[in-house]
């Protein structure tokens, strides 16, 4: 069973930032995809970014040259790098991973971590 801690999330202004943080218990880790799911309230879940077991991203075109996923050396942790956060971000954001990428075409990755809030205000 694969567990996602993750860490970070919290409420800030329009056009802050901030930084969240998951780490894979797996030990076959380095095989893993990586990535960031949200969902609002009365939303579907939406793929946010994600990076696979070779370094490559994909990001959803609302976040593109906001947000900013990248891995730690050895594929354990996994960051979002949000800027300049808009109140339409405002979502539960969930860590997720999968041995197989969920993109190009969409799927829901087999792991999620328990989510963290984000909270943007306007």
């Known amino acids: 069973q694969v567990q996602l801690l993750e860490s970070g999330g919290g409420s800030v202004p329009a056009g802050g930032s901030l930084r969240l943080s998951c780490t894979i218990s797996e030990l076959s880790y380095p095989k893993y995809c990586l990535g960031w799911f949200r969902q609002a309230p009365g939303k579907e879940r939406e793929a946010v970014a994600g990076i696979d077991s070779n370094g490559d991203i994909d990001y959803a075109d609302f976040v593109k040259g906001r947000f900013t996923i990248s891995k730690d050396s050895v594929g354990r942790i996994v960051y979002l790098q949000m800027n300049d956060l808009k109140p339409e971000d405002t979502a539960m954001y969930y860590c997720?991973?999968?041995?197989?990428?969920?993109?190009?075409?969409?799927?829901?990755?087999?792991?999620w971590g328990q989510g963290t809030q984000i909270t943007v205000s306007s």
């Open positions: 997720v991973a999968d041995l197989w990428r969920w993109w190009p075409i969409f799927r829901l990755p087999h792991s």
